[in-house]
């Protein structure tokens, strides 16, 4: 009988170790909502965002969510899916998928943790080693530290402070191919989506031949 009361407190302290996190809302700007099963409903700030919920925002709007420490800005016309988001006591893995728009990842790993964070889109997979990057799925900018960027093949370059790289078939471009100096800050359609930012934006026109 005590081996069965040993056995079933250890699983309560793993169940209570290894669990599903949430990301909280700490800022937004127009139009933002997410989506349960009951439907879509209207973020507020403080809201806890649970696993599999859907983030959509609209046209001029945006959204700030931190997931344990780090910080992920969700530009205007982008979904954001937490697909993965568990603390198992010595790894913090954060997944979130982006089907469409664009996002910037501030990441932070915990003093007393390893931290797995991914950005999938439907065209590649950045998968932090650094802190703070941007992508919209299938073109990057590095800020700080170091992303391997892999495109839907399974090819990856491992991309760094300050480089920019896109993905196609042929895999991920060499940064040093691209025309880094020249970059066009913002993109074709309309302004730059995070204002009031200083440095380069990781969503870029890159101007050739100059």
Do not use: C
């Not at 919920?53 to 016309?77: D, K, M, P």
């Not at 590095?142 to 991309?159: D, H, T």
């Amino acid at each position: 009988m005590k081996r069965v009361l040993l056995v079933l407190a250890v699983g309560a302290a793993l169940v209570a170790t290894v669990g599903a996190r949430s990301a909280t809302v700490t800022g937004f700007s127009g139009k933002v909502e997410y989506r349960l099963a009951s439907g879509w409903e209207a973020v507020r700030i403080g809201l806890e965002i649970p696993l599999n919920a859907t983030i959509s925002t609209g046209f001029g709007a945006s959204a700030t969510l931190e997931v344990a420490g780090s910080t992920i800005e969700v530009a205007q016309l982008t979904r954001l899916t937490l697909e993965e988001l568990v603390d198992d006591g010595s790894t913090v893995s954060t997944e979130v998928f982006v089907p469409v728009g664009r996002v910037r990842a501030s990441v932070t790993t915990p003093a007393d943790r390893s931290s797995d964070f991914r950005v999938r889109t439907a065209q590649s997979t950045a998968a932090v080693r650094g802190t703070e990057f941007e992508t919209n799925g299938w073109r990057i900018f590095v800020r700080e530290g170091s992303v391997e960027f892999q495109n839907e093949l399974g090819q990856s370059r491992v991309i760094r402070s300050s480089q920019i790289s896109r993905t196609r078939l042929g895999g991920p471009t060499d940064p040093l191919e691209e025309d880094n100096n020249e970059a066009n800050v913002g993109d074709r359609e309309g302004p730059e989506d995070f204002r009031g930012r200083r440095g380069p934006s990781g969503y870029i026109t890159v101007r050739w031949g100059w």
